[in-house]
């Protein structure tokens, strides 16, 4: 009964190719997350969607492109992946009223090469 | 902006010793704050947060928090460590950006326990 989701858990790609990662939550939440943790642990906030909605576009390349087909999945689909890109992407949810209590996924550490 | 502050990247203590890691924030109005922790290879776990009234918070894992304004500071204590409080330690603090609310983090503070 895993709350918040995310597949694949592991990604090694080249450079220039495009990858998505998928993100799922099962609590009900409305709202849902995308963070970008450096290799020094350093949590940013990519994007926020509530209900489908985008609500949050933090400074990001043009190469991420965030989608919600409906409010229990977010995913992230990356562009002409670039060495830079190398992070571990967190997803996560919280409940309309209270959108500072966030539960997170188990991330996807990803590596490109 | 705010922004939050956590002097010690690394901390290393005896299981059984107490604990405090530090965190430090910025921000003109009462903050939101938050401790999550994160286990190896794990996502972000909330330990406890800091909304008003009292102001020492009890969480989860017998953590517990002292929010201290003049300080501007939400310190993390624990009495007596366990093995498997080997973690990374993020401190929280909720901002609002674009009309909605986020959550900035600090640069986390890695706890390794020792036998």
């Known amino acids: 009964d895993t709350a918040v989701s995310q597949t694949p858990k592991y990604l090694v790609t080249q450079m220039g190719n495009d990858k998505s990662i998928k993100c799922e939550q099962n609590l009900g939440h409305d709202t849902m997350y995308w963070y970008k943790q450096d290799s020094k642990k350093f949590l940013k906030i990519m994007f926020s969607?509530?209900?489908?909605?985008?609500?949050i576009n933090e400074t990001v390349p043009n190469r991420f492109s965030p989608k919600s087909p409906d409010k229990a999945h977010l995913n992230l689909h990356i562009n002409s992946l670039e060495l830079g890109d190398s992070a571990v992407y967190f997803c996560?949810?919280?409940?309309?009223?209270?959108?500072?209590?966030?539960?997170f996924g188990p991330g996807t550490r990803l590596t490109v090469t | 902006a705010q922004s939050v502050t956590q002097p010690d990247i690394h901390i290393t203590v005896s299981e059984g010793a107490s604990l405090e890691l530090r965190c430090n924030y910025s921000?003109?109005?009462?903050?939101?704050l938050f401790w999550y922790v994160q286990s190896p290879g794990q996502g972000l776990q909330l330990l406890l947060k800091?909304?008003?009234?009292?102001?020492l918070v009890q969480g989860i894992k017998g953590f517990e928090a002292e929010f201290k304004r003049s300080q501007s500071s939400f310190n993390l204590r624990k009495p007596s460590v366990h093995w498997s409080d080997a973690a990374e330690y993020f401190c929280a603090v909720g901002d609002i950006i674009q009309g909605a609310q986020k959550l900035v983090f600090g640069q986390g503070t890695r706890l390794t326990i020792n036998p």
């Open positions: 921000y003109g109005a009462t903050p939101y």
């Open positions: 996560a949810s919280s409940p309309e009223w209270d959108r500072y209590e966030q539960y």
């Open positions: 969607y509530n209900n489908k909605e985008l609500i």
């Open positions: 800091y909304f008003s009234g009292d102001t």
